[in-house]
């Protein structure tokens, strides 16, 4: 676990049995940063903020749903971030917080295997470490609650402009490859796709819990106040954060319909040349059925050149038919 207090001009780490103080003091704000294994971490989160028993609960769950409640003498949040797990794929961050008017809990909660410890807690650590070196200085636990939430959405942004390139160079490769032998160029696509789909989901999810949020505070009395301007400027970060995934994806999906229409050109192709070179061999079929037939009557069966004539007679018909088909586009 890791304590602060944050003053205007100066931060301070807290021992674990100096929080309870400088909580109840009248200077700065308290930040209280632990994972959901920290037994004394969570012990003292429910000394310092009247936690209820289904939030604290959350801290042990990974859900992609976030959730926020606002009480009257706290807030709880569990919003996702995102970011790129060791198997190359992205995963949630659930990263919970607590905050009454003095401090400030992140709790993270339960991540997936593949989401490293480091890439769990990159938003956390950078935002310890702008107010360690003075960078920062929220005034308020909203504040530093907004800095967190904005440093998941800049780390989703990143993420989205990167998706859009990768966009940008799959159009030139799919121009470019043959679809029969495409099979890398498929499974990068949908890699895309599943980061576009990830990205958009979680925006559009937080976006609509930022929503609620300030329906919520400003429906009801006895609530614990808040400064609605820093919730508006998440709703309108993840908002727009949602639109321009929705976009991306929109591209992402005329380039999928590119690829299946590249593909389905290339097997037309395909089957035409087949039709084309059956139908040649169909008529050298017609031919030797014909001189085959070995009837005693038959006109050329004691002729001298009747073998000779009977393949060139083929090599004629198929050159002819190949011209056609050729003229046509088929071969």
Request: charged share 25%; proline share 4%.
């Amino acid at each position: 676990m890791e304590a602060r207090l944050i003053l205007a001009g100066d931060t301070r780490p807290l021992q674990p049995d100096a929080v309870a103080d400088a909580a109840t003091g009248d200077e700065g704000v308290v930040w209280l940063d632990f994972d959901h294994t920290d037994e004394a971490g969570m012990a003292l989160l429910t000394k310092l903020v009247r936690v209820f028993q289904a939030d604290l609960q959350d801290c042990y769950t990974r859900t992609p749903v976030p959730k926020i409640h606002l009480y009257a003498d706290h807030l709880f949040s569990a919003i996702n971030g995102v970011a790129r797990g060791d198997d190359g794929r992205l995963h949630f961050q659930p990263v919970k917080v607590f905050m009454n008017s003095r401090v400030v809990a992140t709790v993270l909660g339960p991540t997936h295997l593949a989401l490293s410890a480091d890439a769990a807690r990159r938003e956390l650590v950078a935002i310890a470490a702008r107010v360690d070196a003075g960078e920062l200085r929220p005034e308020s636990p909203l504040d530093l609650v907004t800095a967190i939430r904005f440093q998941m959405l800049q780390a989703q942004e990143e993420l989205t402009g990167t998706a859009a390139r990768q966009i940008a160079q799959l159009e030139q490769r799919i121009m470019v490859t043959e679809p029969v032998r495409a099979d890398a160029l498929l499974h990068d696509l949908v890699d895309v796709r599943h980061d576009l789909q990830t990205i958009g989901t979680n925006a559009a999810q937080t976006y609509e819990s930022y929503a609620q949020l300030i329906e919520l505070a400003e429906a009801h009395r006895g609530l614990m106040p808040l400064d609605l301007r820093r919730v508006i400027e998440l709703r309108q970060g993840f908002g727009h954060l949602k639109n321009t995934t929705d976009l991306e994806r929109e591209y992402l999906t005329e380039m999928l319909d590119l690829f299946q229409t590249r593909a389905s050109t290339e097997l037309n192709r395909f089957v035409r040349k087949i039709t084309a070179w059956g139908t040649i061999g169909i008529a050298w079929t017609v031919i030797a059925g014909i001189y085959g037939m070995n009837f005693q009557d038959m006109p050329e069966l004691g002729w001298r050149y009747g073998y000779p004539g009977a393949l060139g007679l083929m090599v004629v018909v198929g050159a002819v038919l190949a011209a056609l088909f050729r003229r046509k586009g088929w071969l």
